[in-house]
């Protein structure tokens, strides 16, 4: 896939977890995961900007997806506010990974390929769908991708947000009798 093909292929693939996480934690934070997993969406190709890179060599391993994984996380506990929560880590760590990882599923489907866990194992992987550089499919993944993130996005941020009522340890503080709820109708 080119660019904008990977792109909406990772929009695509998170735009499902959005009103989940948002419901989970926050807005902002899915928010955040979209910018993690688009950020991941080319970078594996940054390579082609580096001479002494071979093009899909050490950028487009699971290896890689582990890296920018880590790198992830460790941003996000640095950005993470309240809404984060004490899983802030885990979700950086998981949408970083799992961007790096749409990427090379995207170079999978090319007759180009991948071998993802070089230079453990040389077995190269592809399934010869489509070429690289296939407009229709790259213009299609950018275009349906884009639609289900915003959709997504309008959802969750259409989503009401939780009360959430503090109680006591003792459990007493809000909590309604049947004659408490009784005399409040």
Request: glycine share 10%.
């Amino acid at each position: 896939m080119y660019r904008d093909g990977h792109a909406g292929f990772n929009a695509l693939l998170y735009a499902p977890f959005v009103p989940t996480v948002t419901a989970a934690y926050s807005l902002e934070t899915a928010l955040w995961g979209a910018v993690i997993a688009l950020a991941a969406a080319n970078l594996p190709d940054l390579d082609q900007s580096i001479e002494q890179i071979d093009h899909r060599g050490p950028t487009h391993t699971v290896w890689f997806a582990l890296l920018f994984g880590f790198v992830a996380g460790v941003g996000t506990v640095l950005v993470a506010r309240s809404g984060f929560g004490s899983g802030s880590f885990g979700f950086g760590f998981a949408v970083g990974t799992c961007g790096i990882l749409a990427h090379l599923a995207g170079d999978i489907v090319t007759p180009m390929g991948i071998a993802p866990f070089a230079p453990v194992s040389r077995v190269h992987v592809t399934l010869e769908w489509f070429k690289s550089k296939n407009g229709r499919i790259n213009r299609a993944f950018l275009l349906v991708g884009s639609v289900a993130l915003v959709a997504s996005l309008l959802l969750a941020a259409a989503q009401p947000v939780p009360i959430r009522v503090p109680v006591s340890t003792t459990g007493d503080l809000f909590r309604l009798t049947p004659t408490d709820a009784a005399a409040s109708i």
